[in-house]
């Protein structure tokens, strides 16, 4: 059982895989405390004053800011929690050297298979929980 209480951020601007995300945390991921956010400013302003064990980006914010510039400011404000990247990018290849190159551990090409992405999830919280009591 874990100690930590964890917690998991979502930001998407796509309704339709938000609300997917949504029925997603509810059936598979109960015990874990989601929250999601449609805006990029909106999130910074919500990881400035919350700790997140994960935080999962969509990469194209709808002009806004893309999600592996929100992820890397999140490594300056919140070092131990985890970085994640969807996309529906072709070139999955080019995100994956673009998430490297900005700490981000996973990218998940969209549309994603639901085991995949619990997965992901389950081994971010590990590592997170790793970090966060090794402090």
């Known amino acids: 059982m874990s100690l930590v209480q ?33 805006c990029p400013r909106a999130a910074l302003m919500k990881l400035a004053g919350t700790q997140y064990s994960l935080v999962v980006s969509d990469e194209d914010l709808g002009g806004t800011m893309p999600g592996h510039i929100l992820l890397n ?13 969807l996309t529906a990018f072709s070139n999955l290849d080019e995100m994956k050297s673009v998430a490297k190159l900005n ?6 090409g969209k549309p994603f298979k639901q085991e995949e992405l619990l997965s992901i999830i389950e081994h971010s919280l590990q590592t997170y929980e790793l970090k966060a009591t090794s402090n």
């Open 103 to 108: 700490g981000i551990a996973y990218v998940l």
């Open 6 to 38: 964890h917690s998991i951020l979502f930001v998407e601007d796509s309704a339709d895989v938000l609300q997917s995300l949504k029925l997603f945390c509810a059936i598979k991921l109960p015990h874990v405390r989601a929250e999601f956010e449609t």
């Open 73 to 85: 400011n999140l490594k300056q404000l919140s070092p131990n929690t985890q970085r994640m990247m």
